[in-house]
């Protein structure tokens, strides 16, 4: 179910994307399925958002000031290279837009610190895709955790894991810190797990230890300056301990996130690319709950937009955080939108993991 914003008054909601790559083609059909309207698009160079505009089909490419400047634009996605996403939100929110920006939302916690103020006096929504907490057995996962189905909570299993950095040639701009900020990987899928983390149990990450390695000096010439793997031990509000294994270099693994908590009554285990399912372990037994509107819960429910056995999937979980977005900027507080407070909180989990890594110590983390 989406809120239908042209019921508002607010009218069709139009967007501007900044950047070109594989994310500005994922916004452009969550804003289209949201009955969002995609007007302008810019990249790096004007020929190179012409081509990319043209393959999206996007009635407009312009600069990225010009697009910004735009008075048409109501909504701008920041789809560039992290470095560039603190001055680009920022610049959109003076312009009066609304704005959702890729994460991290900065590469400083001081950097979030102010587009979270600046978003706040311009009176915009500012919204991070933290998308993983659109999957339907996600909310059902919190649904069961808040209610005191699973019990008290005593730890946690979980860990992102990808494969796409694995050869020496995958490098991009990520590789360096200049472009990609000091962390990449606990920034760019790290983030997502601590968010889910947060998100499901409810409870905060009250402090925490981190080791992390480069297995590349150099790639293709550039000088790696950035992580490829982290490993990371949690302890949460209540006591309860985490270990989190996230790599961008694990054969096999494209999209492998995994949230797994253990509580005193049951286990929950999701799995990102098994999104339809959601593990509840017991110590008599076990049950695998699939995605189905008819049992859902309310949270749960209202993201359902195909019924069971038809499975919902990555892009599905990005339609329904866009059609939030558009719901908050037609004046609603939609369940769980994960807004620039929310990356700020990342920013300042991944500068901790990498002071931690360090320092070699455990590292307290401010509610
Ligand atoms: C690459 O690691 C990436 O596209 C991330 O940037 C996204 O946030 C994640 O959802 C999928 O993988």
Redesign the pocket.
């Known amino acids: 179910m989406t809120t239908d914003v042209t019921d508002t008054g607010v009218g069709t909601i139009r967007s501007g994307i900044l950047g070109g790559g594989?994310?500005a083609r994922v916004h452009r059909a969550a804003v289209r399925n949201a009955g969002g309207e995609v007007t302008s698009l810019a990249t790096s160079s004007l020929s190179s958002a012409e081509r990319v505009a043209r393959s999206l089909g996007v009635e407009r490419a312009q600069s990225a000031p010009d697009l910004l400047a735009d008075p048409g634009i109501d909504l701008v996605h920041v789809c560039t290279p992290n470095a560039t996403h603190a001055q680009l939100a920022l610049a959109a929110i003076a312009a009066g837009k609304h704005v959702v920006c890729?994460?991290p939302l900065a590469t400083t916690p001081a950097d979030a610190d102010l587009l979270v103020e600046a978003a706040a006096r311009e009176g915009v929504v500012g919204a991070v895709?933290f998308?993983?907490r659109y999957h339907p057995m996600v909310r059902e996962a919190r649904a069961r955790v808040l209610a005191g189905q699973a019990g008290a909570l005593l730890s946690l299993d979980c860990g992102y894991l990808?494969d796409?950095m694995l050869h020496e040639s995958d490098d991009d701009w990520r590789v360096q810190s200049a472009t990609a900020g000091d962390s990449r990987a606990f920034a760019?899928?790290g983030s997502?797990l601590c968010d889910l983390i947060e998100f499901v149990t409810g409870e905060r990450i009250m402090r925490l230890t981190a080791r992390t390695r480069r297995v590349f000096q150099d790639r293709g010439g550039n000088t790696v300056d950035t992580e490829d793997i982290a490993a990371v031990l949690v302890e949460m509000e209540s006591g309860a301990l985490g270990s989190l294994l996230v790599s961008?270099m694990a054969p096999g693994r494209k999209?492998a996130l995994t949230l797994e908590i253990h509580g005193s009554r049951e286990t929950l285990r999701f799995e990102q690319e098994r999104p339809e399912e959601l593990w509840l372990g017991g110590r008599e037994s076990s049950a695998l709950l699939l995605r189905d509107p008819a049992t859902a819960s309310a949270d749960s429910a209202r993201l359902q937009t195909l019924p069971a056995g038809h499975a919902m999937g990555?892009q599905d979980a990005f339609n329904g955080f866009m059609a939030d977005v558009h719901a908050a900027i037609a004046g609603a507080e939609p369940e769980g939108l994960p807004t620039f407070a929310d990356g700020r909180r990342a920013a300042i989990i991944t500068d901790l993991v990498l002071q931690s890594a360090s320092t070699n110590s455990w590292i307290e983390v401010p509610v």
């Open positions: 594989f994310m890729e994460k895709p998308v993983y990808q796409w760019d899928i997502h961008q999209n990555y």
